[in-house]
């Protein structure tokens, strides 16, 4: 009997074993069932979300372009703000302002310096008797910086001849500025500009700034500009470069330049031009001279950077159009006064290239220019006078600038 109810029991224990087990089978069946249904809806939502990132129009593009649009609008705002600042500031533009006093004396450019047949001797007293007091018109004005321009040019010309005329040309330029106008301190041994002012001569780029003339739309032949509405045939365009089947020869400055060109040497080697100057035309660091010049061979090429165009009667090309008087002012446009600019130019021709430096042309013509030296080795002696620019920062040399209104006429005045 006992062994038969302890049969019983171990079946019941047997099937009650065989239940749980089965429970487990189930229970882990659920599980993976739901691991894989988890991994799906997982799936599908990384799907969504990729889509949605990913997608012309999804988080990564609209992130991009909302990136953009903030660009585009501190842009749009920057040039707004500055064109709330020209258009404020421009009524300075013309205007005559008092009380710049130069410190500066004398200056010698030798005939080395120039290559001209003797030294040359600039005084900033010759300037003041000659014209009685030196006057001084706004060229622009941002708020802190002033740039004042004399209101007429010099008395006294500058001649530049030859390849060390064009070598050395713009350095010569700016520092007779430099130093028959400049604002100086300390004593001869240790004297220095003031800080806060820098001076040199109207440049080419000034004019560019403010004119609404687009010089590479134009073709320049005989020394003529006209509008570009064909394919000319020698016709040459600002920029171009042209090739020369003979040799030529050309200043160092010219060999020194980024001038986009380059030959092979006797052995085959190229040479190529770069970035170098020996002068520093802007900053008017000087760091020696270029003399005479060198020979160029049978691949010699040569840029086009000069132009000429007739401001005559057009003062709505300026955006101002009080720049037309301040460039052109009486003793212009009577054509006593042709004045440098203080940059180079190349002019390409059929048989070669010349080479010289801008100047205000006669008849209201800009930017034209005095030839000093051509690739056949001729040196040609030119002259013109200076347009000085002093450039002031009113924080830092301590001036003022006061608004004056007498009888109705708006000048102003430094003052410390």
């Known amino acids: ?20 087990k089965v429970q487990k089978l189930k229970e882990k069946g659920i599980t993976l069932i739901a691991l894989v249904v988890t991994i799906i809806i997982l799936l599908i939502l990384a799907g969504v979300t990729l889509n949605m990132a ?87 004005y941002d708020g802190t910086t ?6 007429k040019p010099t008395t006294q010309k500058l001649a530049l001849k030859g390849a060390d005329g064009y070598n050395n040309g713009v350095w010569a330029i700016n520092e007779i500025c430099r130093q028959c106008f ?32 687009d010089y590479t739309k134009y073709m320049h032949t005989d020394l003529i500009a006209k509008e570009i509405t064909e394919e000319i045939e020698g016709v040459i365009k600002f920029g171009e470069i042209k090739s020369y089947k003979t040799s030529n020869k050309f200043p160092k400055m010219w060999g020194l330049n980024d001038s986009k060109w380059n030959y092979e040497n006797e052995d085959g080697v190229v040479i190529k031009r770069g970035k170098k100057y020996l002068i520093l035309e802007n900053e008017g660091e000087y760091k020696g001279l270029l003399s005479g010049y ?25 955006s101002n159009e009080k720049y037309y008087d301040l460039i052109f002012c009486s003793s212009v446009k009577n054509g006593t006064y042709e004045y440098w600019f203080g940059d180079r130019y190349t002019f390409v021709a059929d048989e070669g290239c ?11 013509d800009m930017i034209g220019g005095f030839m000093v030296f051509n690739t056949d080795g001729d040196e040609v002696e030119s002259e013109a006078y200076l347009r000085p620019v002093i450039e002031i920062n009113l924080e830092k040399s301590f001036y003022n600038l006061e608004r004056l209104v007498e009888n109705d006429r708006v000048t102003y005045k430094l003052s410390k």
């Open 182 to 213: 400049g604002q100086y301190e300390g004593n001869d041994d240790n004297k220095k500009m003031k800080e806060g002012i820098n001076v040199a001569n109207l440049k080419r780029s000034d004019i560019e700034k403010v004119s609404n003339y």
């Open 354 to 364: 010349t080479f010289g430096l801008n100047v205000k042309g006669r008849n209201l």
């Open 54 to 140: 990913l997608s012309g129009d999804g988080l990564f593009s609209r992130a991009r372009n909302a990136t953009e649009k903030y660009k585009k609008a501190q842009e749009d705002e920057a040039e707004l703000i500055s064109d709330i600042g020209k258009e404020m500031y421009s009524e300075y533009v013309g205007a005559y302002v008092e009380g710049y006093e130069p410190t500066g004396g004398t200056c010698t450019i030798t005939k080395e310096q120039s290559g001209t047949e003797e030294d040359q001797e600039f005084s900033t007293e010759e300037e003041k008797t000659d014209g009685k007091e030196l006057k001084w018109r706004i060229w622009d």
């Open 1 to 20: 009997m006992k062994c038969k109810e302890i049969q019983e029991k171990e079946e019941i224990n047997l099937k009650l074993q065989n239940k749980k």
């Open 146 to 151: 002033l740039r004042i321009i004399l209101d």
């Open 294 to 318: 060198e020979s160029g061979d049978e691949s010699t090429a040569f840029s086009q950077t000069f132009y000429e165009h007739d401001y005559k009667d057009r003062m709505y090309e300026f």
